[in-house]
């Protein structure tokens, strides 16, 4: 039997979540509108004005269940930190391998070359399925520059000269990217990346589903005891869950951005599915991301044969996975961390 951790979100305004005994109730205005039994959730997560009884988060810290603040746009606001648990020798032997450079650029090297081989692969399918001679060229002059940056990271002798080459590979993946659409381009091209905030619907769309992949490998780096905070690729900063967002880096390109080209592709997220807010900041309307958020919730719970442990294995369960396999190179039963690399 697989466990898939779900997760509840919540996002409509003013809502009320509670604990009953054991159900999980959330009600609005009042009246209520949702029960589940609590041990069905992995995590919950809520959008703005989400009211959670104190009890309620009290039982989520001592139960280790995910639960997380995101703001009304769906930007990330804070996460519930139960006390720190786990086994200290993993976490000593994570510090220890951060203050070895040779350790530090060794893993930085696999994170980046599964990104690489992920970005690579996802344009040469969509090259295969392109419309056009140009797209299919785009796409393939794209495909080749991951490919000769996978090579070069072989032999990159330090950390900056790695984020340098990832870098430049980066840009000319986004550089291809519009030629991966097939719909509604006049709104959907990509012309740079924007974040904070996205100024189109292509950024705000990829932003929110990062926003979503990165807490959920916050949460898998916890489940085996390592701490989020201190990565090897990412360069660390107060509040800044490097680990995380080294480890989200090989996901990107098969978890997030064929699931975001899926979503247009087809139709399933349309131009006027957007508003701008004073600024110029793009976000998606409240329909939309419910739309985005089901869409996301099924696409987890397909099952892919995982290319390390050979398993079927869900999609939500890749970040977990990979965590712990990348906990048990630093115990040292791993000769080297292997990165998630689809098919």
Known sequence: MKVLLNTLYIQTQGSYIHLDHETLKVEVEKQLV???PLHHLGGIVVFGNVLCSPFLIHRCAEDGRDLVWLSHRGQFQARLFAPTTGNVLLRRSQHTALDNPETTLLIARNFVAGKLQ?????LR???REANSESDRQALTTAAKIQAEAIKTTETIPDLDKLRGTEGFAAKA???????MIRTERDTFAFT??????PR???NALLSFIYSLLVNECVAACEGVGLDPQIGFLHALRPGRPALALDLMEELRAPLADRFVLTLINRKQIKPDDFIERPG???YLTDSARKTVLTAYQKRKQEEITHPITATKTPLGLIPHIQARLLARHL??????YQPFIQR
């Open 34 to 36: 949702l029960q589940i």
């Open 118 to 122: 992920n970005s690579r692969s996802v």
């Open 125 to 127: 399918r969509s090259a």
């Open 173 to 179: 993946y986004f550089g291809a990217f519009t030629s």
């Open 192 to 197: 740079e990346r924007s974040r904070r905030p």
């Open 200 to 202: 189109d619907p292509i």
């Open 280 to 282: 110029g900041a793009i």
């Open 331 to 336: 115990r040292g039963d791993l000769p080297s």
